[in-house]
């Protein structure tokens, strides 16, 4: 069965800092991954997928994430916070038919 | 619309009370799914439609849970008898493509959810 963890609950981060958020994932085939943003009271938003090729996926909004697959992880990065990005952000693995698997999010906070 | 339409927002519902929470998709969109979020959790699956097939309904905690899309557009998610551990945000999702996890879909995009609490 597939899963995704995402170790760190909650992150707090300055402004025009950079940031990093972890996801490991388990899934027994080649993995289609995930990463979305929810802000309070609203649906969940893709920030970028990976699917295969390049390892390094461009997402919207600054966003970009490094599949691993010797680690097992597909960890999201942004260069310089902003402070609307303070939002829950889930890591999810789905499969072919878009049956996704997420992880328990982690809330970011962004310090002014 | 322009996005998927969830209704209620809230539904605050006492223990052993029926409830249904609507989903309207983007139109034009085969696939729909459901999920369950509890609180400081990530979505669960609940059950998935192309058109109006239910193709996969492994999610479904309970024989109280039952979805529908009999026309494959809107979908109605029930709830009988509800209990307290039901409650949570409930989340609709659709696609345009029939395999929207595929390399080549388009994903799909949610709605906002109803929340339902009971008490």
């Known amino acids: 069965a597939q899963s995704v963890t995402q170790p760190d609950i909650h992150i707090t981060v300055s402004e025009g800092a950079s940031l990093e958020l972890r996801c490991n994932y388990s899934?027994?085939?080649?993995?289609?991954l995930f990463w979305y943003v929810q802000s309070p009271g609203q649906g969940l938003q893709l920030l970028l997928k990976y699917f295969s090729g390049d390892t390094l996926v461009q997402g919207i909004k600054g966003f970009e994430a490094e599949f691993k697959r010797s680690q097992s992880s597909f960890n999201l990065r942004k260069p310089s916070v902003h402070w609307s990005d303070a939002a829950e952000y889930f890591c999810?693995?789905?499969?072919?038919?878009?049956?996704?698997?997420f992880g328990d999010g982690t809330t970011l906070t962004v310090k002014p | 619309g322009a996005g998927v339409s969830q209704s209620p927002r809230y539904k605050v519902a006492k223990r052993g009370q029926d409830v249904a929470l609507r989903c309207d998709p983007i139109s034009g969109h085969v696939s729909l799914f459901w999920y369950q979020q509890a609180l400081g959790q990530g979505p669960e699956f609940l059950t998935y439609f192309q058109n109006e097939a239910q193709l996969d309904k492994s999610g479904l905690p309970s024989d109280r849970f039952f979805a529908e899309r009999p026309e494959g557009s809107v979908s109605t998610l029930k709830i009988q008898r509800t209990q307290q551990e039901d409650s949570a945000v409930y989340l609709c999702?659709?696609?345009?493509?029939?395999?929207?996890?595929?390399?080549?879909?388009?994903?799909?995009?949610f709605g906002s959810g109803t929340r339902l609490t009971v008490v």
């Open positions: 999810a693995v789905s499969t072919n038919a878009g049956k996704s698997t």
């Open positions: 999702a659709s696609s345009l493509d029939r395999m929207p996890g595929r390399s080549s879909g388009r994903g799909y995009t």
């Open positions: 899934y027994g085939a080649t993995p289609y």
